[in-house]
């Protein structure tokens, strides 16, 4: 094992862990959204403790520069704007910018097999 390097039972045990603190944090929200956003303060260090990335289902869920935990229609905002999906929170204003392009590819390459088998028929 190299230095700083983490066996993978313990990479894996840490991403398990990330998942449950974010499915708490979006149950917990309703009702104490403070206890929410520690949750994802708590799997961010876990993250950078581990040298792991943060599951992708749960990326998009927490504001990059505050850390809070986005809830869209509560504290947040979701926008589709010039081939990219726009995440405003509502706490600070931060606006993270993800494009969908690989979406509209893949969209466009199913409705052209769809003409293609047609054709062949």
Same mark, same amino acid.
């Not at 520069?65 to 929170?89: D, M, Q, S, W």
């Given at each position: 094992?190299?230095?700083?390097?983490?066996?993978?039972?313990?990479?894996?045990? /840490?991403?398990?862990?990330?998942?449950?603190?974010? *499915?708490?944090?979006?149950?917990?929200?309703?009702?104490?959204?403070?206890?929410?956003?520690?949750?994802?303060?708590? /799997?961010?260090?876990?993250?950078?403790?581990?040298?792991?990335?943060?599951?992708?289902?749960?990326?998009?869920?927490? @504001?990059?520069? @505050?850390?809070?935990?986005?809830?869209?229609?509560?504290? /947040?905002?979701?926008?589709?704007?010039?081939? *990219?999906?726009?995440?405003?929170?509502? *706490? @600070?204003?931060?606006?993270?910018?993800?494009?969908?392009?690989?979406?509209?590819?893949?969209?466009?390459?199913?409705?052209?097999?769809?003409?293609?088998?047609?054709?062949?028929?």
């Amino acid at each position: 094992m190299s230095r700083g390097k983490r066996p993978k039972w313990m990479i894996e045990i /840490a991403i398990e862990r990330m998942n449950i603190l974010f *499915e708490r944090a979006e149950i917990e929200f309703e009702k104490h959204p403070e206890r929410s956003n520690r949750y994802v303060v708590l /799997a961010k260090k876990l993250s950078t403790k581990y040298n792991t990335k943060i599951p992708d289902k749960w990326a998009r869920r927490y @504001c990059k520069r @505050c850390n809070k935990f986005l809830y869209p229609g509560h504290n /947040a905002t979701v926008r589709l704007v010039n081939e *990219e999906v726009n995440i405003l929170c509502g *706490e @600070c204003g931060h606006v993270m910018k993800i494009p969908y392009y690989k979406e509209k590819k893949n969209k466009r390459r199913a409705k052209y097999e769809s003409i293609k088998k047609r054709n062949d028929e």
